[in-house]
């Protein structure tokens, strides 16, 4: 059975976006972009939500060729491609860059890949992962959180019908007062 993780850029007061999709808080240091580009690279599947793969697919395909790319983003935009996507979507109609689109029942789905053999999934987007999280399918939660309240948005955590239990398996802190929080989900 494949691991499926959801990992997100946090504020302290536990949104991934303030309102309005503004990201702008949370740009990441090279240590924290690194670490990001690592996780990417370990990961053998990226399941998007529309909302944050439009973000994605409409700066990553051609961010290794713009002037003034470092080196990291060169390599991070090259991971980014080459990882196999799926797209959740009942909107979107075209997709590229190693994706596939599924319009069906994105809890169904996931549960089926999860199933599959093969390395750590990835979930991406907010939406997307509070289905999976609601329905129990999470396995790994990973919390860049940088200090600052935003004090609205899009959060991190779904509401929930029954408590999520967890263990503490890494902390890490980056400059800048950001820290890094990975748990597992007791199963």
Not at 5 to 17: I, Q, R
Not at 158 to 164: E, G, H, K, S
Request: net charge negative; glycine share 10%.
């Amino acid at each position: 059975m494949r691991k499926l993780m959801f990992g997100m850029n946090v504020s302290l007061d536990g949104y991934t976006a303030a309102t309005g999709d503004d990201l702008g808080w949370g740009v990441p240091s090279d240590e924290v972009f690194q670490w990001w580009s690592d996780q990417v690279a370990g990961c053998d599947l990226a399941l998007y939500g529309r909302k944050l793969w439009e973000t994605m697919s409409s700066h990553w395909p051609t961010a290794d060729q713009q002037p003034g790319a470092t080196p990291a983003e060169v390599e991070y935009a090259r991971r980014w491609r080459d990882m196999p996507k799926v797209v959740f979507s009942s909107t979107v109609t075209k997709v590229d860059w190693n994706t596939r689109l599924y319009t069906g029942d994105a809890v169904e789905e996931i549960t089926r890949l999860k199933a599959e053999d093969g390395g750590p999934m990835d979930i991406a987007g907010a939406t997307l992962a509070g289905a999976a999280m609601r329905a129990g399918l999470i396995d790994e939660y990973v919390l860049v959180t940088y200090p600052v309240l935003i004090g609205g948005g899009t959060p991190f955590f779904t509401a929930l019908d029954n408590w999520v239990t967890l263990n503490l398996v890494e902390t890490r802190t980056f400059p800048g007062g950001v820290v890094l929080t990975r748990y597992e989900t007791k199963r």
